[in-house]
């Protein structure tokens, strides 16, 4: 049980706290900022800082700790994404710059593979939209080839966008190394969308020193609060997508798009300590206590008739270890979603998600508090004995 006063800054307004076993996901908040990013975003408030000159420190301090040319801290993955994308149609040039969002004389196609738009399902390509460009798919939703992305390149297209998933690749999607190859001997950019890919550590950072130019971070996922996230990639790159941020439209006062994009000071430096911590800390203790914390609820759950509970083997990115839960609603008389709305019913509510194409129930312990676990477990047990 929680305690009487749990959550209680919340009941005041009225709102309803929950539990969150779900995961990592911006709808619930996103992130519980670790100690040291608290600390760090706390001493931010001693003073006031010039942001441009902040925004640059901070970067190649980043940089350096992740092994990429440069850095920059964004509002979250997507405003990266965002903000690439109008440096790569606008450059260094002030007067596009303010163009933006209309392209008018600007490339402004961003080629996407079919296959990766229909397997993200979250439609998270849409960031890049909102700089103005266009989305043109190529290959087909079975398979993408290397004579697809040549037939697809116009004279109208900007860059080359990939979306990298490590945990699961995707054998029939075009890989990266050909992306890059292809996209490069063409006079192209390409832009990698890798926002959970934080570990193994030799991932961070990995599609820049392949050879992308760009990858997006979601700095949620390091400990970091959850409005802030990473653009690594080349120093021309990163330059230009500066030219788009907020504290250049108020520095410079070029009016691009990045004004609603903003950033301070205190997440600036949450976010370098989140980097420091993780790119320094006890990974084999962390995925230990993650898998202690599954095994918990995994083992009350195994001999709950009609419940069938298989636990992830996941260690890479940002969300590892974890279950799925089936029910056989001929023994237990109420089908997967109908567990989901009980539990978010109950006292506290605990939030899981049944996706759309899904038939079960994933749980994470990323969103989790300590001790959750043992709550998360005995209510779903009990909806059954």
């Keep these: 049980m929680v305690s009487a006063d749990w ?12 539990i969150n076993a779900t995961g990592s996901v911006t709808l619930l908040g996103g992130s519980t900022p670790v100690p040291e990013v608290v600390e760090a975003m706390a001493m931010a408030n001693q003073a006031y800082v010039p942001l441009m000159e902040l925004e ?7 940089a350096d700790i992740v092994n990429v040319p440069a850095a920059y801290i964004t509002s979250g993955a997507g405003s990266a994404l965002t903000l690439a994308t109008a440096a790569i149609m ?6 596009k710059i303010e163009q933006l969002p209309d392209t008018t004389g600007m490339k402004n196609e961003i080629l996407i593979q079919n296959r990766q738009r229909y397997m993200m399902h979250y439609w998270y390509d849409r960031c890049l939209e909102l700089a103005g460009a266009k989305l043109v798919d190529f290959g ?4 993408t080839t290397a004579q697809d992305l040549e037939n697809a390149i116009g004279p109208n297209t900007a860059a080359v966008h990939y979306y990298a998933v490590e945990q699961s690749p995707d054998s029939h999607a075009l890989s990266l190394e050909e992306t890059i190859e292809i996209a490069h001997g063409k006079g192209l950019p390409v832009t990698v969308d890798a926002a959970g890919q934080i570990y193994p550590l030799e991932n961070f950072g990995k599609y820049v020193r392949m ?14 609060s959850q409005s802030v996230g990473l653009a690594l990639g080349t120093e021309e790159m990163i330059y230009k997508l500066g030219l788009q941020a907020f504290a250049s439209y108020e520095g410079r006062r070029v009016r691009g798009i990045g004004r609603p994009h903003k950033v301070d000071r205190q997440e600036m430096m949450g976010c370098v300590a989140a980097v420091k911590r993780w790119m320094t800390m006890n990974h084999e203790e962390r995925l230990a206590n993650v898998e202690t914390r599954t095994q918990t609820i995994v083992t009350r759950l195994l001999t ?49 998600r049944v996706r759309d194409w899904e038939d079960f129930i994933t749980i994470h312990m990323f969103g ?9 477990g005995d209510r779903i047990a009990a909806l059954f004995e």
């Design 304 to 352: 709950v008739p009609g419940v069938r509970v298989e636990m992830l083997d996941n260690i890479i990115g940002h969300q590892p270890f974890g279950f799925n839960l089936w029910v056989d609603e001929a023994v237990t008389g109420m089908n997967i979603r109908q567990v989901a709305d009980k539990l978010k019913a109950g006292d506290p509510p605990i939030w899981t």
């Design 56 to 62: 640059e420190k901070a970067g190649k301090f980043i």
């Design 140 to 143: 087909s939703e079975d398979r």
């Design 211 to 224: 050879g992308a130019d760009f990858q997006c971070i979601a700095a949620k996922y390091l400990g970091a």
């Design 90 to 95: 606008a450059g260094d040039d002030d007067d």
């Design 368 to 376: 989790l508090n300590e001790n959750e676990e043992h709550i998360v």
């Design 7 to 18: 959550a209680s800054i919340y009941k005041e307004l009225g709102a309803n706290p929950i």
